[in-house]
């Protein structure tokens, strides 16, 4: 049985042609040359994409393995998945990303091989003068409107279109129609699942020189017509001053910390993942040799470990857990 403490990763990189260096300028990320990083898998379990611990008696170990090895501890009061039903990333969006859509879960489980839906959500880093969001259908369009819209080459007609600013966040359900527009920086919490249906990329090509493929047939069978625009997420009050809850669905709890000073977080029996997105953060514990985190650090805090010491510094930080309702 090990020792716990909080676990830290090392990133993934996916490099694609929307991508830019912010990870790396913004986020101090360890990217390679070139000028396409366009995502950090920060905490990642899904199949040959594995986050990997960095340091500590655990160092090397797979998060699919901890699943495995450790579930009960990891997982606490919440029945052990047989993989990590979460994934966290950062995301550069140097120029607009492809209008997609994710399916729901049960479409997800018709897929060869089955897969999770993806439900995510967004929380805005940075946002250059004049950046967009496309997040939804506009109000008033139907399927009928937007059929035809993809079919003649308007898709992006029916979007509603959002200025976003910094440390705005955003709930993206499966089966919304969206895209990230050109000058975001953001991070992202969602379902472990890279299930995309991509609807209209702009008219442009790809690396080879072609137009990148679009999966309309099944992104269409995918979105959920009922669901209108969306908007920013409205933060509400929590039993601590700290923290403000941001979304409560039923894949996932999304919360904002914002202080400064010593705070007591977990021994609630549940694992957190915990993003620093202002500031910096020292965790103590006992056990473990306290720790640091900075802007674009992220932790995974075992549900065994307990309750630690947060002392934070100006400290804004990103908290992810499970929903109650996923308690064994």
């Known amino acids: 049985m090990p020792s716990w403490y909080p676990l830290q990763f090392t990133p993934l990189f996916r490099r694609y042609l929307w991508g830019g260096r912010r990870l790396s300028t913004l986020l101090q990320k360890p990217i390679g040359v ?67 859509v994710h399916p729901n879960d049960a479409q997800g489980a018709r897929l060869t091989p089955p897969d999770l839906g993806k439900t995510e959500a967004w929380w805005i880093l940075s946002a250059e003068p004049g950046s967009r969001l496309y997040a939804g259908l506009r109000d008033g369009c139907t399927a009928r409107d937007f059929h035809h819209a993809v079919a003649v080459g308007r898709t992006a007609d029916c979007l509603h279109v959002c200025q976003p600013r910094a440390g705005e966040c955003y709930f993206i359900p499966a089966g919304t129609v969206h895209a990230l527009g050109a000058g975001l920086v953001v991070a992202e919490i969602q379902q472990a699942s890279d299930t995309t249906y991509r609807l209209f990329d702009w008219n442009r090509t790809g690396p080879d020189g072609q137009p990148r493929t679009l999966h309309i047939e099944q992104g269409l069978a995918a979105i959920d017509f009922s669901a209108g625009p969306v908007a920013t997420q409205v933060p509400s009050s929590t039993a601590q001053p700290q923290r403000k809850q941001l979304v409560h669905c039923d894949r996932f709890v999304l919360n904002r910390w914002d202080w400064s000073g010593p705070m007591i977080i977990g021994g609630d029996d549940q694992f957190r993942i915990l993003a620093v997105l202002g500031g910096q953060v020292e965790f103590t514990g006992p056990g473990f040799t306290p720790i640091t985190l900075r802007l674009g650090d992220v932790t995974l805090l075992p549900a065994e470990l307990g309750a630690l010491t947060a002392h934070g510094d100006q400290a804004v930080m990103m908290e992810s857990h499970l929903p109650p309702s996923s308690a064994a």
């Open 34 to 100: 070139g000028d396409d990083y366009a995502e950090s898998w920060e905490i990642v379990d899904r199949g040959p994409d594995q986050s990997v611990v960095r340091s500590g008696a655990l160092a090397g170990r797979s998060l699919q393995q901890l699943v495995s090895d450790f579930g009960p501890q990891l997982f606490g009061r919440h029945a052990v998945p047989t993989r990590f039903p979460l994934l966290l990333k950062f995301l550069d969006a140097n120029s607009d990303l492809s209008v997609q």
